[in-house]
């Protein structure tokens, strides 16, 4: 399956991240963050609507990350989620921090038609989505020491 050309990036939530911290997609990573990459390969494949579910202490951060011209909002409002999953289209979703990796398998990443989203987020109140596909080329970032692994792939494979 293409990439749908809407999609949902999930970030930390402003209280999982200490005071004086950034979110692991805003961190460094061999001289850009992985947000930074992540809305490059995400506008190369095709997305028109991005939601990147944030707070708004990031907000501002996370925007800068993406070309002004980009149809992107930051928000943590149900309202604006509920919004972009208000289709039978396919709808991209990263549930967590992702660095791009077109090589890798398919894994965490997913797809499904916005009503499936609907259905099991609002409805069923569970991640398990109906209908979903895995999508491949996406690698997840749990913590600060996955940042320190890719850090050091890139550098081998960034030259």
């Known amino acids: 399956m293409p990439q749908p050309k809407r999609v949902v990036l999930f970030a930390e939530t402003d209280a999982e991240i200490p005071e004086g911290s950034l979110p ?13 990459r992540c809305a490059e390969a995400l506008l190369q494949n095709g997305a028109e609507q991005i939601l990147v ?3 708004p202490r990031f ?5 800068a990350c993406f070309p002004a011209e980009a149809n992107v ?13 208000d289709t039978d289209e396919p709808v991209f979703v ?4 992702a660095l791009p990796m077109p ?9 499904a038609s916005g009503r499936d989203l609907q259905d099991a987020w609002r409805v069923k109140l569970t991640n398990a989505v109906q209908g979903a596909e895995l999508i491949g080329g996406w690698l997840p970032i749990f913590n600060r020491d996955t940042l320190a692994e890719y850090e050091a792939l890139l550098s081998t494979t960034e030259r």
Do not use: D, K, N, W
């Open 24 to 36: 692991l997609m805003l961190e460094p990573l061999h001289g850009r963050s992985a947000l930074a």
């Open 53 to 55: 579910v944030a707070g």
């Open 59 to 63: 907000a501002p951060s996370i925007r």
């Open 73 to 85: 909002t930051v928000s943590e409002q149900s309202e604006a989620l509920s919004a972009l999953i």
């Open 94 to 97: 990263l549930p967590r921090a």
């Open 103 to 111: 090589s890798v398998g398919a894994g965490f990443a997913y797809a």
